[in-house]
């Protein structure tokens, strides 16, 4: 049971500000309607009876000038008269209609609500006269609205205990203005609270006393969630997840009564509720929810809610193993492999030769679960401008892209997840040795067309090499000759000329003549030779083009 203890309606102090404001304390809470009704203002009855031509017999018996004047003409004396005849009958009125009201049953409404603008008044529907000095307690509204009891729990008002409180609903059809409540349970008092301005069919929570039969005990927790989603680009590991907060509240009823607690737990910016997945209530800046706390029993309820993370990291580098940590609770290590480069394509340019190479490279990522819960990582690999993920036979995906996997990875454990990708290359090459071009020829990437172009550019080039090596033994030859022609002049110069060593030396000197004129012939003959090969093999070359 809830109400005023004074019978001036469910809402507002009857007695408003005391005998200063009369019934203005009592109605003027109430939306102002009989705002200031006090038989000792001067100047007549204010508010809704400022029309009234009653006007107040206490006023100031002094005049303007402030003399005291006592004598009234007989006009006056009869207007008085008269005035104090209607006063009374319209006294009689209203005791009439105040007598013939049954206590025992209730006070009924002598008002009615009407709104004006955006504010709202009541209206006595009974015009009341009231005695010098006296006071009256007019019931403004009498209906029974709608409350239920309720245990009010929110960690930052008090911290221990939960606050008894009502939900209530103005069902009443009217707007009911802020006042004081005095709650009673059975016949016995409560409590008391106060209730702010209330529309029809809104709902109020309010709390009259602390509930030291409940106790609540709450502890916090936080842990990374199961999802983690990660990417690495330039050698720096972008994390994102979401990071679990969990809010647990043990409340424990010591009374003999059933309780209904309804839990007051705080909105914070950033955060998605997660578990309940909704609230009974929520307001500006909190959730509600609704525990229901059996007799003597303890309850534990949780609220977990969860808030997203990123975080940047830069991989630690060991030769081609890049290492690092996701988060706390996962590690992450990638290790890249790249195999010998494959000739798959070659073809003749203008004499140069021309190799397309394959270039394969392997990604694998290592996931460590050190947590004893399982993970599901969602991992982005990035694919490298030029480059072509392998996936599925027969299928390829071409970056600049990014493509994005789950690897699911038990608690406690590693899972690993491989990639290969792959490039083409087209490399000029210079000039080969002959052992180069002729493994070359026996790749299956030749084709008959270059195979073919590839021999007969050999043939010539093995030509002009001998030709060229023959150039060369003849130029040997000749500086062997040369040399020793000039050992045997200073022999010729120092050795008497009539000695038979001279002789000797003449003789040779001679014979060495005829060879060397007969090499230096075939040297001629030979440096002729090459540089009709090479002017054959250039032509050749300079329009040799063959894919």
């Known amino acids: 049971m809830f109400g005023t203890p004074f019978g001036g309606g469910m809402f507002g102090n009857p007695l408003g500000a005391g005998m200063q404001g009369g019934l203005g304390g009592g109605l003027g809470g109430l939306g102002g309607g009989l705002q200031g009704l006090n038989p000792y203002q001067a ?24 003399q005291f004047n006592a004598k009234l003409t007989y006009e006056q004396l009869q207007e008085r008269r008269q005035r104090q005849k209607q006063q009374q009958d319209e006294a009689r009125k209203v005791g009439q209609a105040l007598g013939g009201l049954n206590f025992k049953e209730g006070i009924a409404s002598v008002a009615s609500a009407e709104e004006v603008g955006d504010y709202f008044q009541y209206v006595l529907d009974q015009k009341i006269s009231l005695p010098r000095q006296q006071s009256a307690m007019l019931p403004i509204l009498n209906r029974a609205i709608e409350g239920s009891k309720v245990s009010i729990y929110n960690a930052a ?9 009502l939900r209530l609903k103005n069902t009443s059809g009217q707007p009911l203005t802020q006042g004081p409540i005095t709650v009673y349970e059975g016949h016995s008092y409560a409590g008391d609270t106060r209730v702010l301005d209330l529309q029809p069919n809104e709902q109020r929570l309010l709390s009259y006393a602390l509930d030291q039969a409940t106790e609540v005990l709450t502890t916090d927790s936080e842990a990374p969630g199961p999802e983690l989603q990660f990417k690495i680009g330039d050698d720096v590991l972008t994390s994102s997840y979401k990071v679990r907060h ?6 424990r009823n010591r009374s003999s009564h059933d309780r209904k607690l309804l839990v007051e737990h705080a909105v914070t910016t950033g ?5 309940p997945q909704q609230p009974a209530e929520k307001a500006r800046d909190v959730y509600r929810f609704e525990v229901d706390v059996p007799a003597g029993k303890t309850v534990t309820f949780s609220v977990v809610e969860q808030e997203s993370t990123e975080t940047s990291l830069k991989l630690a580098q060991a030769g081609t193993t890049w290492t690092g940590a996701a988060r706390p609770d996962v590690q992450v290590k990638v290790l ?9 394509g070659m073809r003749l340019d203008k004499g140069a030769l021309v190799l397309r190479k394959q270039v394969q490279e392997s990604t694998s990522y290592f996931v460590q679960n050190l947590a ?28 600049p892209a990014v493509h994005r996997f789950v690897l699911n990875v038990a608690a406690a454990s590693t899972a690993v997840k491989e990639f290969v990708e792959q490039r083409v290359t087209t490399e000029r090459m210079p000039p080969l040795p002959d052992d180069q071009l002729t493994r070359l020829l026996t790749l299956p990437a030749a084709s008959a067309e270059v195979r073919g172009a590839l021999t007969k550019t050999l043939g010539m080039m093995r030509k002009l090499n001998e030709t060229r090596a023959r150039q060369h033994e003849l130029e040997g030859q000749l500086r062997v000759l040369n040399d020793d022609q000039g050992r045997m002049r200073q022999n010729l110069n120092i050795v008497p000329q009539a000695s038979d060593h001279y002789k000797k030396f003449l003789e040779k000197f001679v014979a ?3 060879e060397i004129e007969q090499l230096q012939k075939q040297l001629r003959q030979v440096q002729a030779e090459v540089q009709q090969q090479q002017r054959q093999y250039d032509a050749f070359v300079a329009t040799l083009t063959v894919d």
């Not at 008002?157 to 409180?165: A, F």
């Not at 969990?246 to 409340?251: A, K, N, P, Q």
């Not at 890249?336 to 798959?344: D, L, Q």
């Not at 599901?376 to 996936?391: A, E, N, Y």
């Open 271 to 275: 955060w998605d509720l997660l578990e």
């Open 246 to 251: 969990t809010r647990s509240y043990v409340i």
């Open 43 to 66: 100047g007549g009855v204010p508010g809704n009876f400022a029309g009234n031509p009653v006007q107040n017999r206490y006023a100031n018996p002094f005049g303007a000038s402030g």
């Open 372 to 399: 004893d819960q399982p993970r599901r990582c969602t991992i982005d690999h990035v694919i490298r401008p030029g480059w072509q993920l392998l996936l599925e036979p027969e299928q390829t995906k071409a970056g």
């Open 157 to 165: 008002v008090q911290p221990k205990y939960p606050l008894l409180g």
């Open 336 to 344: 890249r492999k790249s195999a010998e480069p494959t000739v798959v």
């Open 512 to 514: 060495q003549e005829t």
